[in-house]
């Protein structure tokens, strides 16, 4: 088993930064993917961004340009930072990791984009 814990959501302005964490404990061997998903009120959990173990990120079109997702391999981490922050980016933003073919998700930390 696979547990991971996001941290860093908040309450920011638009046009503003924040830096999420995703940190994982519990059975790690090799996580081929790890990515961040995001679920706003009344909308289905969408795709943000993802980075494969050996390969490039993918981003969401409606990020692209304004978000970066990395990964700290020496700690299993998995970041996303976001700049020039949007009202429609307000959301619940899930870290997912895939081990073994095996999805795992976090609790979810809530990103809120308002003045």
């Known amino acids: 088993q696979v547990q991971l814990v996001e941290s860093g959501g908040g309450l920011v302005q638009p046009g503003g930064s924040l830096g999420l964490s995703c940190v994982p404990s519990?059975?790690?061997?090799?996580?081929?993917?790890m990515a961040w998903y995001r679920q706003a009120p009344g909308k289905e959990r969408e795709l943000v961004a993802a980075r494969e173990r050996y390969g490039s990120p993918r981003y969401a079109d409606s990020v692209k340009g304004r978000f970066t997702i990395s990964r700290d391999y020496a700690k299993n981490a998995a970041y996303l930072q976001m700049n020039s922050l949007k009202p429609e980016d307000t959301a619940v933003y899930y870290c997912n990791a895939v081990q073994n073919g095996v999805d795992y998700w976090g609790k979810g930390t809530l990103v809120t984009v308002s003045s």
């Open positions: 519990g059975s790690i061997f090799s996580l081929e993917v």
